[in-house]
């Protein structure tokens, strides 16, 4: 089993920038593409960004130059540094690993923007 633990969601001005944490343990061997995914109310779940232990990394286009997601293999981390922050980034944040077959999801952050 694997937990994953975020922090750093919170309530920010538009135009203003989060750091979004998720601490991976437990069984984390082979852990290999880890992620942020948001889900606003009323909306689907959508992939925000991810990231291979190599460092390849995917972005949906509404965050493209404005997130970054990293990752710190040494401790099992991945962040997600969100600038320019717009009320439509509004949302419950997930962080999702990927080991082998199987995906474990954390428990969510709120992230609010007011206009």
């Known amino acids: 089993q694997v937990q994953l633990v975020e922090s750093g969601g919170g309530l920010v001005q538009a135009g203003g920038s989060l750091r979004l944490s998720c601490a991976a343990s437990g069984s984390i061997f082979n852990i290999d593409r880890m992620g942020w995914y948001r889900q606003a109310p009323g909306k689907q779940r959508e992939l925000v960004a991810d990231?291979?232990?190599?460092?390849?990394?995917t972005y949906v286009d509404s965050v493209k130059g404005r997130f970054t997601i990293s990752r710190d293999n040494a401790k099992n981390t991945v962040y997600l540094q969100m600038n320019s922050l717009k009320p439509e980034d509004t949302a419950v944040y997930y962080c999702k690993a990927n080991q082998n077959i199987r995906g474990y999801w954390g428990q969510g952050t709120q992230v609010t923007v007011s206009s």
């Open positions: 990231i291979t232990t190599g460092g390849s990394t």
